[in-house]
């Protein structure tokens, strides 16, 4: 079985104008969903064997978070160009193409792909996955060149606002 963990970067700042959208950081709401819902994740029992991230500043600045709470080692990471900037099919082509010795992977990245992706790989729709909102698919096969269509099943979709009450 494989399990595909996609994960929306937190809430960007956009208070500066000068900054090019990868270059954008997180906010303070960002700051404080992403180790949330780390700990959230971490506490349903699905852990990394490889995180694929996004190299967009708000992606990598998530990461840490998961870092953090999985104790995950920051250079077995994966940034990839594609998935900030290639669309879902680029993604999905990424994924076909991870080691098959990695059995539960997170990918962190942006809408509308990862919303897109979510949709495209799994047996439920989702309307939208809001900033560092989780979404947990599992696939009956033994290889990610399997991955086909609503070939995978929901486990969970996890999101802040189920939580937190809105601070802002």
């Known amino acids: 079985m494989k399990t595909l963990v996609l994960i929306r970067h937190s809430k960007s700042d956009w208070s500066d104008p000068t900054l090019t959208d990868i270059e954008r950081p997180l906010n303070k709401r960002g700051k404080r969903d992403a180790p949330f819902m780390a700990k959230i994740l971490k506490e349903k029992g699905v852990y990394p064997d490889l995180i694929i991230t996004s190299p967009a500043t708000r992606a990598l600045q998530t990461l840490e978070y998961f870092l953090d709470e999985f104790k995950y080692n920051k250079n077995k990471v994966m940034v990839r160009d594609e998935i900030y900037s290639m669309g879902a099919t680029a993604i999905r082509k990424l994924l076909s193409n991870i080691d098959d010795n990695h059995n539960t992977v997170f990918l962190i990245g942006h809408n509308p792909d990862i919303t897109s992706l979510g949709n495209q790989l799994s047996d439920m ?44």
């Open 125 to 168: 729709f989702i309307d939208n996955i809001p900033t560092t909102g989780i979404l947990c698919i599992d696939f009956e096969f033994d290889s990610w060149r399997n991955i086909l269509t609503q070939s995978g099943k929901l486990r969970f979709f996890e999101y802040p606002k189920k939580y937190l009450k809105k601070k802002e």
